[in-house]
Nanobody, 128 residues
Framework: VQLQASGGGLVSPGGSLKLSCAAP??????????VGWFRQAPGKEREFVAA????????PYADSVKGRFSISRDNAKKTVYLQMNSLKPEDTAVYYC????????????????????WGQGTLVTVSS
């Protein structure tokens, strides 16, 4: 199963983008997943960005994006969103979404290990 990340593109510093992660899973299965966003910049390791629990109430963020990014989910559409505001050049990376099918209701993993399904990535470039 491959998740489908979309919404990336070229944006000027200070601009905004909204990424989407669509999951080709049954509604029941998707509702049981915690979903996370990770990113990998050129020459760097993949890093955690944000995640959302099955309940939708637990949403950890990396310190570097806290206050600028916001994650949300729509179980009816089987989609998770990442709203990115006040973008900086250092946010430039390929962004990946991932789903943890065995997540406990009120957890949102910040490590890549627990995630079962991954998307192909969408490129975000922040440049003037």
């Amino acid at each position: 199963v491959q998740l489908q990340a979309s919404g990336g593109g070229l944006v000027s510093p200070g601009g905004s983008l909204k990424l989407s992660c669509a999951a080709p899973l049954s509604g029941y299965t998707f509702s049981r997943c915690a979903v996370g966003w990770f990113r990998q910049a050129p020459g760097k390791e993949r890093e955690f960005v944000a995640a959302i629990s099955r309940s939708g109430t637990i949403t950890p963020y990396a310190d570097s994006v806290k206050g600028r990014f916001s994650i949300s989910r729509d179980n009816a559409k089987k989609t998770v969103y990442l709203q990115m505001n006040s973008l900086k050049p250092e946010d430039t990376a390929v962004y990946y979404c991932a789903a943890d099918e065995n997540a406990i209701y009120y957890t949102a993993p910040t490590e890549s290990g627990p995630y079962d399904y991954w998307g192909q990535g969408t490129l975000v470039t922040v440049s003037s």
